[in-house]
């Protein structure tokens, strides 16, 4: 029997905005695809590039990140956040691992359609892609943290000179 | 006494995990959909699940009781609850957890109502290995839990109330008898807001006016009230028992104006006050309803009137026949639902493009009230009441069993067809056409001297508050409550309440109901030498840290992160550090850590990575 794809689908919600926004849609009863994980965040600036690369390369087939956008109740935070995603966009590029996988969108707290029309888009380009291409997205996440430790060995040149 | 301490918390993280998992069936809102007892089967199974349980309502008393007697005797250490939304009974949990003897941050929540069993109705095979695959993932995050103690801070003991009419006149006079210090401020000139122009309240058939200068002299005969008229809150910095607010004031019209008899507390020239509170409550009430012009011919018709208008004028007519306006009056008609319960498409939007799909509660009471007064005032007069419902909830049916004795004539519209105002004839101002249900949706016309409209309550327009407390405004554009049953004065933001129909309609009985659950409310942190927030901040760990420097740049908040230098094995290194008072825990520092040395607290990057695991590595549950 021809087994259906089924992507798994990260949304990482902000607890300000998107997290109370999914729940909107629930309240709503308004429906859409199970495969579809919440988790919620207080903001996901904290998290760095390889953490994305981990996710996918632990079989994650798309993230979606549903942050606070313009009402982002942190200083500076979604900037930096959209600064992180361009980096790895880019790296996801160069490693061979589709850009469609990870989106970074603004969900309000009654943004039910929003929220609706992100997870059902990402759904269905999910199933057209297939799964995610776990050793591509290995190789970018090993990629990402010797970045990110690089910068411990330039600082610490510098201390040393 | 650090002895006691330890006994009294007896279960460390040092232990392996036990882990209780509950399932909450909801009474069917998750059990109809996600077959529960085929998840608790396939829990049980996951590493370190001591106990799993499914209950009907896990936030009753028995649900409760089952957590805390499992945690004594099956030597839970760890507590996972599949249930509702977070922002239900997430801190019901924890409290449940603490009650257990357990630390309440080793408690996770997950949410399979709003965010499964409501959201995959027809999918229950899909919702049932979502709903494990999320409690995987919280007993994966559960692995690396610490136990956390909430944050300290100390605490100014005094709230501010924005608003002077009756809510905010009842709070004031409540914390003031509490012995917490109060600042009022109320914007206009004078105390009392609308209820002091009422010319008659229902149920005692006083006057407005009288409840008002009671309330009005509790406060200001206080010595712990400072009130402040004519003056708006401009600034608001801080958190719950650290508020920083700044209150501007209008300048005087003019000098003469001195007859205001609340103005004092404030120097004449002062042009603004610096205040520093514990608690802030809101109590910055509604308005009555404006009908457009047209609308039942309101603006065009002389013969139309507000209620409130209806009211005051009414109180100072002389007994014998009803003269309004120099006419004699016969025929009296009262329209209920102006302005509230308006039907898509049947009533023109608001300037928002929005409808008052609500009710406000109090008029229906307060139309009978009027229309039973001016029977008993002017019997000869024909009264007419077009409802659609009758709501003298609370108490108050009296008040239409006695109009509907006195003669008061009822007639019943349907919201899909609201009677139709038109100009009379035949010596009557009005006309009102209206399809009556009481008499199988006959159309009659009803011709009348005056139409009194019951006009609804909307919310008062505060964007500026809105926006410097955050406050959270619902789709009626009144402002929200965390819970309407659980904690109905409290607002999203720690340590702002509510009070009175800034929240939603309330009849004055209600309000001031309202305004002494919020007066106690705003007591209760203040009551406490320190207030405790959620421990939910950055962390840095020492050993780990390099000195490096990065999440100094990347902190966006002064003071939060800072360097220190100490000695390690007889040198000195640079180390991070965070101030937990100054840190907001938005974590970007953590994203750029080249050692993964600082961390959110509650929120580490190893407990996502192990969120992630846990969602990947749940094997679906079959059909």
Redesign the interface.
Known sequence: MAFEFEP?I?VLATLACAY?G??A???A???????V???????P????ED?FA??YA???DGILIASCGSDC?????YD?LAA?IDRLVQRMKEGGLEIERMRLTAIC??CIKAFLKEVTQMDSRLRELGPVNRSAATEIWQASLRE?????IV??AR?AS | MSEQKKSSNPKTESQKPRIGVYICRCGGNISDVVNTDALAGKVKQLGDVAACRVETFMCSDPGQATIVEDIQKQNLNRVVVASCSPFLHELTFRTVVQRGGLNPFLYEHVNIREQDSWAHKHDPVGATSKALRMINAAVGKLHHAEPLERIRMGNHRQTLVVGGGIAGLKTAAELAGKGVPVILVEQSSSLGGRVALLARTFPREDEGSVLAKKLIAQVTDHPLVRIFTRARIERVSGFIGNFDVKIAFEPKPDASASSDPQGAGHSANAAEVYASVGTIIVATGADPYKPARGEYGFGEQPAVVSLADFLRQLATLPNGNFIWNGKRVRNVGFLHCVGSRQVEGVNPPQADGKINDYCSRYCCTAILQQALTLKMRFPDVNVFDFYQDIRTYGGHEDYYTKSSAAGVVFLRYHAEEPPVVEPGENGSALKVRVKDYLTFGEEVEVPLDLLVLGVGLVAHDIPELIDLLKLPVGADRFLQEVHPKLRPVETAVNGVLLAGTAQAPMNIEETLSAAGAAAVKAAIPLSRDAVELDPFVAEVNAEKCNGCERCLTECAYTGALFKETVQVDGESAVKARVNPGLCFGCGACVAVCPTRAIDLKGWTLDQFDAMIDGLVEAVPVEG
């Open positions: 798994k990260l109370p999914a729940d849609v629930g309240k009863h308004l429906e859409y695809p199970s495969n994980s919440i988790l919620r965040v207080p903001s600036a904290l998290f760095p953490f981990r996710a632990r079989g994650i109740p942190y200083k500076g935070a930096k992180r707290t009654v990110l430790q690089a910068g411990e600082q610490m201390s």
